[in-house]
């Protein structure tokens, strides 16, 4: 996850993926991001008064919803292949919005399982891959350092790339840009607390000490900048390539104190001290990636190795599901299997995956092929969603078609040059395209998922902050809660406590950081917030105070963590849910502010 190693290829990756850089126009004035309530105070909504205010359409006539919705500026989605306003409010009569309600939130929670799925399987594998290619020197002592690089920079990237980009899609838009402040600090107040504390129930332990102050005062230090950057109202330039500068001290003092650690011991190579937690050793077998789910298990592999014709080769690497796994496993196993076939049979078709731990790195001939043209493919049509894929040239011939003759000449010419049993020299090639491409459909569900929780909360009337802190905040986390919690019953609670304060830093700093960076301009080198509302500090609040609390108890405790401190923290979670409910339904407001 970070960008200190990711360097200017990364940059330039994101930036061109999400295509966001100059989204708003130029113009003296700075960007004006709204993270209190849902009502942005931008651009010409603001000229035109309070009427035009997207979030004011329920206080209207039922008859009147649709051209409401078609004639406000305030109302547009920017981005996004489906107008769900417009769906709600015009495709659905007013009777059946509990219906459209309803089906919202189902393909709400299916972005979720498309996030996992696609950053799980896909995304995080071939950044591996990547790290993996560029690893130059073989010498033991750099080489545990490099991995401890890799952990911190690449690994926190993949497992935090659904977060990062949900708030920089949502920092794109100031009318969504609530969002991305309530989702950074709502996330980051339930893993530290509701996680953390989970952690502590099921399986008490020692703390790793020096990682953990470490990774507390680095993570309160993000969140005292933001605040600040809330106080005074705006981020500039300078600030925002802070956040960046401050993940790479990070980054770097991580590495500097595991080899301060080191060489004190007497050992660049031995076994993990005391602070440093070994890695576990999966108890069951792992679950196969999307490309190698059609392998067989040692017990089913033949004896003699036996040449597969082209057509079998691919039909199996296009199938999702292992027949023996599907046997072994459970019947909830198989109802989430179930829903997510879809999704990795098309991830399978257009994200290649590059896996350096087998022989034949993943290789799949007929399938890579097929990748040339199907990866590029999506990328031109994701991109801005859609619109230079459809450009048409010339006016004559669209781009897309420029793309799939292109990539069909290089597919054919691989095809013909390569074999079935040993990848090419250039199979690392096929790593970065599948980043890309997964990087590419990460960004579309989070378009998808900002514009469907920005539709949620005009249909009930709810700020985007409070809908970032929990839909948001809560669907980007799932995913890490079950990996902590599962970690810690299988016997590695200092990993996974580890994971809850370490991997957090990343999505603040990168995802503020990168989010502000990308909406800037030559003539606009300013991000102005203008949090209006009480929320978005009783947010700020509760995620220092969480952390001031850890950061007393638990070195006051000395670093022995029970089944106390696990309750605290979420007693203390499920209190500050109701501060902000409250806060929200304005029970509890202030009229100075």
Not at 116 to 127: D, H, I, R, S, Y
Not at 333 to 359: A, Q
């Amino acid at each position: 996850m970070g960008h200190g190693a990711v360097g200017p290829a990364g940059v330039l990756g994101l930036a061109g993926v999400l295509g966001l850089a100059g989204a708003q126009p130029a113009g003296p004035p700075p960007l004006l991001l709204d993270p209190g309530h849902t009502v942005p105070p931008g651009g010409e909504a603001q000229s035109h008064g309070r009427d035009l205010d997207c979030w004011e359409v329920r206080k209207h006539n039922s008859s009147e919803w649709c051209r409401f919705i078609r004639s406000n500026p305030d109302c547009r989605l920017d981005g996004g292949f489906l107008n769900y306003l417009e769906g709600v409010f015009c495709t659905f009569p007013p009777r059946l919005l509990p219906l459209a309600v309803t089906l919202y939130a189902l393909w709400l929670l299916y972005l979720f399982v498309i996030l996992g799925v696609t950053a799980e399987k896909f995304f995080c594998p071939n950044l591996s891959a990547i790290s993996t290619n560029l690893k130059l020197s073989h010498n033991v002592a750099v080489f545990s350092l490099t991995s401890l690089l890799h952990g911190v920079t690449f690994l926190a990237f993949g497992n935090g790339a659904p977060d990062v980009f949900s708030a920089v899609v949502a920092f794109s838009n100031p009318r969504t840009a609530g969002l991305a402040i309530g989702a950074v600090f709502g996330a980051g107040v339930f893993v530290t607390t509701v996680v953390a504390g989970g952690i502590a129930l099921v399986k008490p332990f020692t703390a790793a000490s020096r990682p953990f102050l470490r990774d507390v005062i680095f993570y309160m230090l993000a969140v005292f900048l933001t605040f600040l950057g809330l106080y005074f109202g705006r981020i500039t330039l300078g600030e925002a390539l802070g956040y960046l500068g401050l993940y790479i001290f990070y980054v770097l003092t991580v590495v500097l104190c595991t080899w301060i650690h080191r060489w004190q011991r007497g050992d660049g190579t031995g076994p993990p001290g005391a602070w440093e937690p070994e890695m576990p050793t999966d108890t069951e077998e792992p679950e196969s990636s999307g490309t190698n789910s059609g392998d067989y298990g040692e017990e089913y592999r033949p004896l003699l190795p036996s040449r597969e014709p082209s057509l079998r080769i691919l039909t199996t690497a296009l199938s999702p599901l292992d027949c023996h796994k599907w046997r072994r496993k459970p019947w909830y196993w198989r109802l989430f299997k179930v829903l997510k076939v879809p999704v990795e049979l098309v991830l399978l078709l257009t994200v290649p995956v590059v896996d350096p731990d087998k022989d034949d790195l993943n290789w799949k001939r007929p399938l890579n092929c097929l990748h040339i043209v199907t990866s590029p493919l999506l990328c031109i049509l994701t991109l801005k969603s859609g619109i230079y894929g459809l450009y048409q040239i010339q006016g004559i011939f669209p781009v897309w078609g420029l793309v799939t003759l292109v990539g069909s000449v290089l597919a054919i010419i691989i095809f013909i040059t390569t074999s079935n049993e040993e990848p090419p020299k250039y199979h690392c090639v096929f790593a970065f395209l599948g980043f890309l491409a997964s990087a590419m459909w990460i960004n579309a569900a989070a378009t998808e998922l900002v514009n469907i929780l920005r539709t949620l909360g005009i249909i009930f009337q709810l700020s985007n902050t409070v809908l970032g802190l929990t839909l948001l905040a809560w669907g980007n986390s799932i995913g890490d809660t079950f990996s902590d919690l599962t970690m810690a019953r299988q016997g590695y609670p200092r990993m996974a406590f580890s994971a809850c304060f370490g991997g957090i830093i990343f999505n603040i700093l990168v995802g503020v950081g990168l989010g502000c960076l990308l909406q800037m301009t030559s003539s606009q080198l300013v991000v102005k917030l203008e949090p209006d509302s009480l929320l978005v500090w009783v947010l700020a609040g509760a995620l220092g105070l969480s952390l001031v609390f850890s950061f007393v108890w638990v070195p006051a405790q000395c670093f022995q963590l029970g089944k106390a401190y696990g309750i605290c923290l979420i007693l203390y979670y499920l209190a500050f849910l109701c501060v902000a409910l409250l806060t929200e339904f304005r029970v509890i407001r202030l009229s100075a502010v």
